[in-house]
């Protein structure tokens, strides 16, 4: 079975502002992160599809507990989006005091970018995540 899309090339589309996802040429769903077969109806008949990077935030967490190397970064707030192409992705949300963070942010409408984090000794290397900004 041949893998449409490669984390590798998803991680690079992403420093570069694009979000790759995979849509199902059977059912039409779209999966993003990356997987082999559709997280609906479990194809393989997938193609390489860019998605807006636009939804609405369905929940959130705030991190005040590093994890080890990321000390620098805390405290963040990590969001849940429904994506307006359809899936839920997570990713860091930028622009707001994590400490500020409550129930009030569920369901706002955010727009995606992204951070290009360090490598550290449980990783390959540097790599970037979904980065939302309020809209």
Do not use: H
């Not at 790759?20 to 993003?32: F, N, P, S």
């Not at 193609?47 to 190397?69: D, H, N, Q, Y």
């Amino acid at each position: 079975m041949e893998q449409k899309l490669i984390f590798k090339d998803y991680n690079e589309a992403l420093k570069q502002n694009k979000l790759l996802g995979l849509k199902c040429r059977d059912c039409g769903a779209i999966t993003v992160p990356p997987k082999m077969v559709c997280r609906q109806c479990a194809s393989p008949d997938m193609e390489v599809v860019e998605l807006k990077g636009s939804g609405k935030i369905r929940t959130f967490t705030t991190v005040f507990v590093a994890s080890e190397g990321r000390e620098d970064e805390i405290p963040y707030t990590i969001v849940m989006v429904e994506l307006d192409d359809g899936p839920w992705i997570m990713g860091n949300l930028d622009g707001i005091d994590p400490a500020q963070a409550s129930m009030e942010l569920v369901g706002k409408k955010v727009k995606m970018g992204n951070k290009v984090f360090p490598g550290d000794k449980y990783s390959a290397g540097e790599g970037a995540r979904p980065l939302f900004s309020l809209v």
